[in-house]
């Protein structure tokens, strides 16, 4: 039997719908596109430092210069 993990409010990309909701109230929507530009800092900024760190410590934690590289290509707005 298979279960549904959901994320927590804070993992989610901003604009994403919450699961069992149709809707968004007004309020809502509001602060999400508030929340957006914040996400996408602490996007780059986590990025930013991966391209800083040596290989001993990305290989402690189990990443390449390669996978790095493909991290931090990505567009801010991307998961």
């Known amino acids: 039997m298979s279960q549904i993990c959901e ?5 989610r ?4 719908s919450v699961p069992g909701r149709t809707s968004r109230t007004l309020t809502e ?3 999400r ?3 957006a530009p914040v996400v996408w800092m602490e996007r ?11 290989d001993r410590i990305l290989r402690d934690i189990g990443l390449s210069r390669a ?6 290509r990505k567009p801010f707005w991307r998961a």
């Open 7 to 11: 994320r927590p409010a804070a993992v």
């Open 44 to 54: 780059w900024e986590h990025r930013q430092k991966l391209r800083q760190m040596d």
């Open 67 to 72: 996978d790095i590289y493909r991290e931090a």
């Open 33 to 35: 596109i508030f929340e």
């Open 13 to 16: 990309n901003p604009g994403e």
């Open 29 to 31: 929507r509001a602060i």
